[in-house]
């Protein structure tokens, strides 16, 4: 084990030599690179545009995903799509002016980039038709007619139309006092390639379609993928706005606790210059900035500012003891060269193993997040020590350093109690119950979406409240799950294969949860019915394949494709929640289990709700997996950094109790576990092993002398605990204030993140102490110093 | 080295050239060693009076002239050419912008060791200081060591002055190995290698300063705590890329001595070995 982590860890430990000497030799020069980094990468950073895709939220190698992305373009309009609703505030829609506006809308919305104008649908696009059956035989048009010219006769007209047509509910609402225009995007242009860019669509809509049309006699209500992900760039100032306050937060109190200007600035400046850093680097591998990744920024300041105040703290230190501020400088440098370094590594490195999971997005993520982590170690442990040294800390800093050692009874004596056996075993009782206790609730938690609507969302803005009103208004719910059945070519229309469906159709209708659905099925019966005088005895799959035949000869698009292997069925449901969607694959599966052959083959699936059941099903293993990868490569650095297992339980103890905490703690707000949420276990992790490590390299350093774990861990509290705790308290307020952030996915995030970072600053001063008492972890270096004795010896002979 | 060997004076005459002559004098006078003289600059007149003080006890003077821009490759061809047993220089450690002083291109570049001289004070009856790396595992650093302990030894015995060793120790490093985490420990470990070392030499000290570094602050405290006057020191002369990014840390404590130094390079231990008595 030593010989193994002497070699592994020898190029951390060597390297410091090189680094010190370097960056102290000539400090201008060294400056002035990173100042010209600084501006490179700040002029790239501001160039950094959203970044939002939709087929980077879901699981690609999912089997779900990958039938739909196999069929996708058979099946039109099925993927990414905003539903636009018209609706009157007094009256009907059958008055001349609603049509016209609704007319309007839709021709906007025609040539509006990034939309499938093959696929638009509404009651003005010529797709959407109405069939009868009358004596002469079947009759059937466009449901506004050709004459259409705006008079009582042609609404009357258009009425009947509407009614014959089975629009009603789809396109038409219920009580008839909105209609909607289906607008299906390409997430990538078929012809030039470019990606849809969301905030783009999402502005035009609003100015070409809500601004302009709203009025008081009519009121435009937008849902869709492509709308929540614009609202939230839209939110994105919003976001920064609370960064920038939680900034200045952190400004005033680290000053407050410093007393030094210089070391409140520069750790400050440090961290902000990481954060551009990230950006830019971000910027220059042709990432964007997706709206679910907004808070790693945010991340990687709070990680900077803990390393920074580690470091000013230590210069202090060190001022106070009688160095110069080059001296101090380069003595904190060196102080604190490996713990920060295996900190931020393993952070890293953690962050990178956020890789296994399969979604874009995600992965994405821990790019950023890795990225800004390995940016930290430049601009936290190398840049601000090199400034700190040509601007000091500062008098009143360092006399209040001196004052403070030179203490005698402080209150962190009463933390020591901790460290002695009968404190020791209080803390862990304490905390093995609430480890019980969050076990508990957490199973409670849930994968998906909890609620209906958009949860990255208030519940009261515009997005969820347009949301509702479709739901409440329309039959066809925005939520659908799209079943592809594949058959052999040309059989997608024999008795075989629509029997079946039908019984699948049937057989659907009955779980919970599904509101409706819609197949070729439903065409071939109500057409055949209408070939026999509309008889109900005839509404039924006919035997006759050639009455089939007949009946489907008219087919609205998206129900089959052209060479007749692929007929979805597309389920609407009475929500997405997680398990709504779970009961409904398992009895699909169920059902595909029993009937699927040669010829039929039952697949899911499509649709946003088909893509979210993926989602979620993925979500589900990648939790752990990804938990157990972070953790791994943590606890592997720990291990190696201090060669002993008792400490790797120190350190890793109370970082596991933060992560069962805080899922419990989801569970009890009622966030679910999904896309957007998923990393932030794994980020808390790296937040809390900072505190970890640095306070346990402190302690060691004290029992390596051979103080006694009270006394050793009262010193310990006295410069890096002090320093620790304040980090913790002073990101947990700046991060408290989210909550009143009009973006709840961030108000959520904050309530989180705050947890985070007061329960792993809590875990690790009080809990490190009464495990290393308790495991007895006084002994870590004490035979290694034998044995380096001896080496020497050895070589001065 | 010293004994019958010649001695290579540099003097500028933009400077103050009388601390350099006068420790070439006393040096020279006192070995009976050849001086020659590079003359930095076109003023005979100067440099032969130079020339005549030097001459004054029997000591054989050899006058070249040069110019900084010459300087060091006249220097080379010089050293290539005759064996010279030291370098004699005042110490000038400026530096222009962020290019190498003189002095560190000499230290560097030659390959004879070299006195830089900052004082007036005579080295007769005072202290000498070898500054050490105790701590290095590096078997050039050791022999490097050993000659600086013998030079100074040397230096210490001709000019009946006290011998004195200084060792910097690095500051503590919080997760490295166990012993360097704590300063006490730390120094209690270069003690015991100094000590070793001294013993294996068979040289007695009159006093060692064992003290936290970093080098460029513990060898100038050091030389004030013990009223040094000549710091005895070796240099790993890195040139090229390496010398320009991490440098070299004798150049570095030139500016922060006030006393004479000698500086010693890697590699001389065959010079030096022969003067073992």
């Known amino acids: 084990m030593n010989k193994l982590s002497r070699i592994l860890l020898a190029p951390i430990k060597g390297s410091e030599e090189f680094a010190e000497r370097f960056l102290f030799h000539r400090r201008l020069p060294v400056l002035l690179v990173f100042a010209a980094l600084t501006l490179f990468l700040a002029w790239q950073a501001v160039q950094i545009r959203p970044d939002a895709s939709f087929v980077k939220m879901i699981p690609t190698s999912h089997p779900y995903v990958e039938n739909y992305l196999k069929n996708r373009d058979d099946l039109a309009g099925l993927g990414n799509s905003v539903r636009v609703a018209v609706a009157v505030n007094e009256g009907d829609i059958f008055t001349a002016e609603f049509q016209e506006t609704l007319q309007k809308i839709t021709d906007e919305l025609f040539f509006i980039p990034g939309v499938d104008r093959s696929a638009l649908t509404s009651i003005w696009t010529p797709n959407v038709r109405w069939t009868e059956v009358t004596e002469e035989g079947f009759v059937g048009g466009p449901v506004i007619p050709a004459d259409y010219d705006g008079s009582a006769a042609s609404l009357e007209q258009v009425k009947l139309n509407i009614l014959r047509s089975g629009q009603v509910g789809r396109l038409v609402a219920n009580d008839f006092r909105s209609a909607i225009v289906q607008v299906p995007l390409f997430d990538k242009h078929p012809d030039t390639g470019e990606k849809l860019d969301y905030q783009a669509l999402s502005q035009q809509l609003e100015t070409l379609i809500r601004d302009k049309y709203q009025s008081d006699q009519i009121s435009v209500h937008i849902t869709g993928f492509a709308k929540i992900v614009g609202d939230l760039i839209d939110g994105a100032a919003q976001v920064a706005v609370f960064f920038g306050i939680a900034l200045l937060i952190t400004l005033v109190l680290l000053y407050l606790y410093s007393r030094s200007i210089t070391g409140t600035l520069v750790p400050l400046a440090c961290s902000v210059i990481a954060v551009i850093w990230q950006l830019g680097l971000l910027k220059l591998l042709g990432f964007g900035l997706d709206p679910y990744s907004m808070l790693v920024p945010f991340l990687v300041f709070a ?88 601007l000091g800390i500062g008098e009143r800093a360092t006399q209040r350093a001196l004052i403070a050692e030179q203490k005698q009874d402080s209150n962190w004596h009463r933390l020591t109690w901790f ?43 515009r997005y969820n409240v347009d949301n509702r009103f479709i739901t409440q208004h329309y039959s066809t719910s925005s939520d659908t799950f799209v079943v592809m059945v594949g058959t052999e070519k040309d059989q997608c229309s024999s008795f075989n294969t629509l029997s079946l469906v039908d019984r699948f ?35 039924t799959v006919s035997r006759n394949q050639l009455v089939i035949n007949a009946s489907l000869s008219y087919v609205p698009a998206g129900l089959m494709n052209p060479s007749c292997s692929l007929l979805p069925v597309i389920i609407f449901l009475d929500d997405h929640k997680a398990q709504t969607l779970q009961r409904l694959t398992g009895k699909i599966e169920q059902f595909a289990a029993q009937h699927d052959s040669e010829q039929i083959r039952f697949e899911m699936a499509a ?32 291990l190696l950094t201090f060669r002993s297992v008792k400490t790797l339980i120190c350190i890793i103890a109370p970082l596991a109790l933060t992560s069962i905490l805080c899922q419990a703690l989801m569970a009890s707000l009622g966030i679910g576990v999904k896309v957007a949420t998923l990393p932030v276990i794994a980020l808390g992790v790296g937040i809390g092993v900072d505190y970890g490590i640095y306070i346990y390299s402190k302690l060691n350093t004290y029992l390596v002398q051979g103080m006694a774990l009270p006394e050793a861990y009262l010193n310990t509290l006295k410069t890096t605990g002090k320093s620790v705790a304040f980090t913790g308290l002073t990101l947990g307020i700046g991060v408290v204030l989210w909550v009143f952030s009009p973006i709840k996915f961030q108000a959520d995030m904050g309530i989180l993140l705050t947890f985070m970072f007061l329960w792993n600053m809590l875990g690790a001063l009080v809990l490190i102490p009464a495990l290393a008492c308790l495991l007895k972890c006084g002994a870590t270096g004490i035979e290694a110093i034998s044995t380096t004795e001896a080496e020497v010896k050895d070589v001065v002979k | 080295m010293l004994l019958n060997k010649r001695l290579l004076l540099v003097l500028d ?17 006192r070995l009976q060693s050849a001086v020659t003289i590079v003359w930095l600059g076109d003023d005979q007149v100067k440099a032969e009076q130079a020339m005549a003080e030097l001459m004054t006890d029997g000591v054989a003077v050899d006058l070249r002239y040069s110019t900084r821009h010459k300087l060091l490759k006249q220097l080379a ?44 004070q005579l080295w007769q009856d005072g202290v000498v200081m070898a500054a050490v790396n105790a701590l290095t595992h590096d078997p050039h650093q050791l022999q ?134």
């Open chain 2, 77 to 120: 061809g010089l050293l290539s050419q005759q064996s010279f047993g030291l370098l004699i220089k005042s110490c000038d450690p400026r530096e222009s912008g962020f290019m190498t002083s003189m002095d560190g291109h000499i230290l560097r570049d030659l390959p004879c060791p070299v006195l830089l001289v900052k004082g007036d």
């Open chain 1, 419 to 461: 460290a002695t056996p009968t404190g020791a075993k209080f803390a862990v009782v304490v905390a093995g119950i609430l480890l019980v206790g969050g076990l508990y609730q957490g199973q409670k938690l849930q994968i998906g979406d909890l609620d209906s609507g958009a949860p990255e969302l208030r519940a009261d803005s």
């Open chain 2, 13 to 29: 005459q933009q400077d103050d050239i009388s601390l350099a002559l006068e420790r070439c004098h006393l040096i020279a006078s």
């Open chain 1, 607 to 638: 649709g946003n709700s088909g893509f979210e059941a993926a989602t979620n099903e993925v979500i589900g293993t990648a939790q752990y997996q990804m938990l157990a990868w972070v953790y791994a490569v943590v606890g592997l650095l720990c």
């Open chain 1, 505 to 539: 159709q049937y057989y659907l209708t009955n779980i919970e949860g599904v509101q409706s659905s819609v197949s070729l099925v439903n065409v071939s019966k109500r057409v055949t019915s209408g070939l026999n005088e509309g008889n109900l005895k005839w509404r």
């Open chain 2, 144 to 277: 490097l060591n050993d000659d600086v302990l013998m030079v100074a030894a040397q230096i210490a015995v001709v000019t009946e002055s006290a011998l004195t060793t200084a060792v910097a120790c690095p500051s503590a490093m919080m997760g490295a190995d166990p012993v360097l985490q704590s300063e006490n420990l730390i120094q209690a470990k270069a003690q015991e290698a100094l000590a070793a070392q001294l013993s294996r030499l068979a040289l007695t000290v009159q006093a060692s300063a064992v003290g936290e570094g970093p080098v460029e602050y513990w060898i100038p405290e050091a030389a004030k705590q013990l009223k040094a006057r000549l710091v005895v020191i070796g240099t790993r002369a890195r040139g090229g890329l390496k010398g320009a990014l991490i440098g070299n840390t004798a150049e570095r404590i030139l500016s922060r001595l006030d006393c004479d130094i000698l500086v010693l390079r890697v590699g001389l231990s065959d010079e030096v070995v022969p003067l073992i008595k």
């Open chain 1, 303 to 390: 990680i900077a500012v803990s390393h920074g105040v580690q470091i000013v703290n230590t210069i202090a230190l060190e001022s106070a003891r009688g160095a110069d501020s080059w001296l101090a400088a380069r003595r904190a440098f060196r102080a604190l060269y490996i713990p920060g370094l295996t900190a931020l590594l393993s952070d890293g490195i953690g962050f990178v193993t956020l890789m296994v999971i399969d979604i874009r997005v995600i992965q994405d993520l821990a790019i950023a997040a890795s990225l800004g982590i390995a940016v930290i170690i430049l601009t936290n442990l190398f840049l601000l020590p090199v400034i700190m040294s040509l």
